[in-house]
């Protein structure tokens, strides 16, 4: 009889993590066991790509750890938890943030090693998560990392698009759009949870239940419903000290098949009702500053928001008895006005649902709500047709009429406002065919509004919110934006990093306002040198990608002269494009001068449906092509636009530039986001007084930033007077030739009359103040010229940049918005001063 074997000793059930080790042999083996098991693969025939899953997966294991015992710890405090309602995330790559954060660079670099595998290529094969467009999806994803670096308990909602923003490239100078796929080799982050799924309904009607002795009820019918299935990223904090959730929603159908449609033979129209709910959630819209308008948008935006609603309120449910509560354990943040349908929607749940009175219902949902403006722009405000949100929420629409009536009834009698003041904050818009204003909408039900700058913030109580802000002149507060060090810092420039803990050693790692300290070594030659010559390496890695992607040679001596953002007419790339090719006519005109050799970089993205932009992107490549060909310029000049600007380019970019130009209309760009990248890594800024522009001279000091224009209410000032950039132009030679160069077909001579139109723009209304801007900006930049033969001055305030720079970290910004809003989060991030 054979003896029975000696049983493996099993662990006792637990709720702890397994413990694990961070070394080398570790790491080694965990890949090796992820390969093998995981996909199936042996280290013989493991191609780049399974050497990157196995990475995320062996990489992944460890976040789990560190999010379990983050969940625990939260549901055994009752903390309270944040939810910050995005419609956009714009994530980038997660693995080299996720070993950073979690200190495994050394050891996951030797690992890969082991297996003759190289990281760095490694990370090069991570789709980049494109769920955004610009500045407010990076701004969710900068705050969804400083929330888990500063433990403040979160969930980030959103969507889970099959189609992030676009791929773009170059064609004959144009901007072709081409489809995004980040999912076609899955996502090793994401973890499916199909058991938490809400039925999501549309259209219908809305009956009222009338029972002896209760008061009437609503109750809505949808015609339509579709499942939000959640998909949840583990977000991973600073030190792996706390672990967030990124919960985003994908749209199923409640029946994948209609079974009798399929067996009656009618296989198309068996999945018609499957193709129209995955539709909800297939792309992002791609447009930033033009209303979509479309019924899917609306549909992307209630889907959303109410899969949240429901999550958060069913959630609250499982600890507590009550809704009562609900704004002691959680705050809601809307982030733009792209969630604020849930204003209505939570109160139907709170109502309809959970038979809450009205009064009490309005009463949590104001204290639990708080919404971020990111735009004044007119034409970026959101609306919707009436008959349009009827058709689609019949209840959200009643439930906005009953609050529009009580905010109209308190603004009249109690504070004696008039009809034009009436009109102005009411939540329907009466002149331009009924539209229900989301603004206005998100404002209401909210306890706290903000902006995100100084000058944003109050151009908000001007402006948009004049009215509103005069009704409830205690909510609107500023929140001046930040970015996550990690990312911008740490993980895109490990160099200039080594040389920081050099001087100053490793604390800003954990503090990033020691940065302060670098100061003193501003005026140290040899420290100064060493910093330029990070920038230099920096500027080589960024020649190399120009060389690979457009087949130009850049010079990395000369100065690197950056301007990377969405593209707009209100952001000026056009400005900067006409002050080129004045540049340029000049070198010709005066080759004996000792002009300083400049690359002018641009990227960005056009909305497909904004003409102008692209038109915009045309003349930069027009004019490159012509520049470059050149041989009169003799490399004094270059110009290059980058395809497809995202997230993993920017980290080449931003620690490459020594100019940032930030250098927008005044009053328009609400913050910027960029603007703080480019000096935290010791860029130089020539830029307006707008946005956190403004912050960011009082921070850095008015001898280390280069600021020229009119200021945002000489740009008011200007408009109202009827401002004409003709008289400007004609004053001004410079302008005046390069313009005409550009409408005469110099730069595109197979259709000469290409750019007639966008520079009449300048002739006529200069909407931009493109003109009247156009001298000040020239001056300045001669004087970077000048300045650039100085190198030991301009080193000295590039360092000041870097040095001064820490307080615009998305930690600071979090800790007010926790301090200030939500009340939540650990005391000692809540006690930021
Ligand atoms: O939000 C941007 C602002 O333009 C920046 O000044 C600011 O720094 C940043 C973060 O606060 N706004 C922005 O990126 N908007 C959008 O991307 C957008 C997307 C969809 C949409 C409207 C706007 N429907």
Redesign the pocket.
């Known amino acids: 009889i054979a003896k029975p074997q000696a049983t493996r000793k099993v662990p006792r059930a637990t709720n702890n993590p397994l413990p694990r080790a961070n070394d080398t042999d570790t790491l080694a083996l965990e890949i090796l066991e992820k390969l093998t098991y995981s996909l199936g693969k042996t280290t013989s025939v493991a191609r780049m790509h399974d050497w990157m899953d196995a990475t995320c997966l062996a990489v992944r294991d460890r976040i789990i750890d560190h999010w379990i015992a983050s969940t625990q710890k939260v549901t055994k405090e009752h903390s309270k938890r944040v939810c910050y309602l995005s419609?956009?995330f714009l994530i980038g790559r997660l693995l080299r943030d996720a070993i950073n954060n979690l200190g495994l660079s050394e050891p996951v670099k030797q690992a890969l090693a082991r297996y003759g595998v190289d990281l760095d290529l490694v990370e090069l094969l991570e789709p980049d998560a494109a769920l955004?467009?610009?500045?407010?999806?990076r701004?969710a994803a900068c705050f969804m990392e400083s929330m888990a670096s500063t433990e403040v308990p979160a969930f980030g909602y959103g969507i889970r698009y099959v189609h992030g923003f676009f791929r773009q490239e170059i064609a004959d100078g144009a901007q072709v759009e081409l489809p995004e796929d980040w999912l076609a080799h899955g996502n090793p982050w994401e973890f499916e949870r199909r058991e938490t799924a809400y039925e999501i309904g549309f259209g219908g009607k809305v009956t009222m239940v009338e029972e002896p002795g209760r008061p009437p009820r609503y109750v809505w019918r949808p015609a339509e419903r579709v499942l939000a299935v959640a998909f949840d990223t583990p977000i991973v904090g600073w030190r792996g000290k706390h672990v967030n959730t990124l919960r985003l929603w994908s749209a199923q159908a409640l029946d994948p098949i209609l079974l009798d449609a399929f067996n009656s033979g009618d296989h198309i129209g068996a999945l018609l009702e499957s193709n129209r709910a995955e539709a909800i959630t297939r792309v992002l819209?791609p447009?930033?500053?033009h209303?979509?308008g479309q019924e899917l948008r609306l549909r992307q935006e209630f889907f959303f928001s109410s899969a949240s609603l429901q999550d958060i309120v069913r959630r609250h449910l499982q600890t507590y008895d009550s809704l009562d509560n609900l704004a002691d354990k959680v705050a809601i943040q809307l982030n733009?006005t792209?969630p604020a349908v849930s204003v209505a929607e939570l109160m139907r749940l709170l109502v309809d649902i959970h038979g809450i009175e009205w009064d009490k219902a309005w009463e949590i949902t104001q204290a639990t709500f708080s919404y971020t403006n990111?735009?004044l722009l007119p034409e970026?405000l959101e609306t919707w047709p009436i008959h349009l949100f009827e058709r689609l929420l019949p209840r959200q629409m009643q439930i906005i009429y009953a609050i529009n009536a009580d905010l109209i009834r308190h603004a009249r009698l109690d504070k004696g406002l008039d009809d034009g003041q009436i009109s102005a904050v009411s939540l329907i818009d009466e002149n331009n065919g009924r539209r229900v204003r989301m603004g206005q909408l998100a404002f209401a039900g909210s306890h706290a509004v903000n902006g995100?700058s100084a000058l944003h913030t109050e151009l908000m109580k001007e402006t948009v919110f004049r009215d509103l802000h005069r009704l409830y002149p205690e909510r609107i507060e500023n929140k001046t934006?930040g970015v996550t060090p990690r990312r911008w810092l740490f993980e895109c420039n490990p160099d200039l990093c080594k040389l920081i803990e050099e001087a100053i050693g490793p604390g800003f790692r954990d503090n990033i306002e020691l940065l302060a300290e670098l100061d003193k070594f501003a005026d140290d030659a040899s420290f100064r040198d060493k910093f330029a010559a990070v920038k230099l390496a920096n500027k080589q890695r960024l020649a190399k990608v120009v060389e690979e992607r457009l087949a130009t040679y850049v010079d990395p001596k000369a100065i690197f002269d950056i301007q990377v953002k969405r593209i707009h007419e209100y952001k000026r790339q056009f400005l900067n494009i006409i002050e080129t090719v004045a540049l340029y006519d000049q070198i010709r005109s005066s080759p004996h001068l000792d002009w300083t050799p400049r690359v002018k970089v641009f990227a960005g993205k056009a909305a497909p449906s904004y003409q102008e932009a692209k038109q915009i992107i045309h003349l930069i490549n027009d004019v490159a092509r012509v520049i470059n060909a050149d041989p009169a310029v003799r490399n004094l000049l270059k110009v290059v636009f980058i395809p497809n600007y995202n997230v993993s380019l920017a980290e080449i970019i931003m620690p490459a530039a020594d100019v940032s130009e930030q250098i927008s209309t005044a009053g328009l760009?609400?913050?910027?986001?960029g603007n703080m990248k480019f000096a935290l890594n010791g860029a130089l800024t020539i830029g307006t007084l707008d946005?956190a522009n403004v912050e960011m001279l009082e921070h850095i000091g008015a001898d280390n930033i280069f600021i020229f224009g009119l200021t945002a209410e000489e740009v008011a000032n200007a408009r109202a007077n009827g401002h004409m950039g003709q008289p400007v132009i004609e004053r001004q030679p410079l302008l005046r030739a390069a313009l005409e160069s550009i409408e005469n077909g110099v730069f595109s001579e197979n259709d000469p009359g290409r750019y007639r139109s966008l520079a009449g723009s300048l002739r006529d209304r200069d909407w931009w103040m493109i003109a009247a801007d156009f001298q000040e900006y020239w001056n300045t930049q001669r004087r970077l010229d000048e300045l650039w033969l100085d190198r030991a001055k301009w080193n000295t305030m590039a360092v000041h940049n870097t040095a001064r720079m820490g307080w615009f970290s998305s930690d600071r910004s979090i800790g007010e918005y926790a301090r200030d809003i939500w009340k939540a989060g650990p005391k000692s991030i809540q006690a930021i001063s």
């Open positions: 419609m956009e955004g467009n610009g500045g407010l999806g701004l819209y447009a930033d500053s209303q979509a733009d792209h990111h735009t970026a995100v934006n760009e609400a913050s910027g986001t946005g």
